[in-house]
């Protein structure tokens, strides 16, 4: 199904004009000093119905957010609220997206080295079977990824109901040289981490049914010698 939907061949070829169109006018006026164009900082993979984006966009209402999805209803519905959303907010979520895309395969062709300050990964596909661990969205490999197109400093976020994918995520991201645990009073002061617990529809789904969640917050970190 991926050969369904365009992928750019690298992050230039990735044109934001078209998802941040009030970032990016069409008229670039005459001065020479024109500042360089913002790029993407937050990425959320397997965005679902699009809930943390709306959730952070007034948060952080000068910072470009992407979504990435696979399902090509999902996006197209998560494209279609936030034009909603800017229709009836004007000013207001202009700085998120969403991009239909495999982010197992494909998040280098989307951005640069050091380019993301936030990742999330909210509620993935648990993937139960020992021989479909692979297909988990955190592994070492991936955060191998994950640790090239994020800046020194910058956070990664995972939830989860399913203990036994907290745990995996936990365990990826302890044993991995790039990443450290962020300290609990850093956890408690952040206004992002509350999100990750209401402002998605799977996190509201399992609030509904009172399910326990699971959460593992780390830093990108540079590499001791
Ligand atoms: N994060 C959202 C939330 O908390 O409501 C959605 C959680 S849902 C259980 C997992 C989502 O990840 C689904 O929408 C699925 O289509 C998407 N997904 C799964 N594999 C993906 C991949 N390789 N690339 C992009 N999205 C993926």
Redesign the pocket.
Known sequence: SDSHFPVPVSPDEFDLSEHYPRYFPADKGSGEEAPPPPRIRFA??????G??LVGLAPLFPDTLMIG????DK?TEYVKERILALRASNPGQYDNISVVR?????YIPNYFRKAQLTKMFF????PHFKEKNHRRR?ISMQLLDEYAYVMEVGGIIYTITDVEELGEWMRSCLEKHPLFEPVPEEEIKADPVVKLLSTA????QKVARNGGQTFHAIFRRISLQE
């Open positions: 959320d993979v397997g965005c679902g119905f809930g943390l990435m999805e696979l399902r999902v895309t495999n982010s197992m395969k909210l509620f993935p596909d969205v998605t529809e799977e996190s």
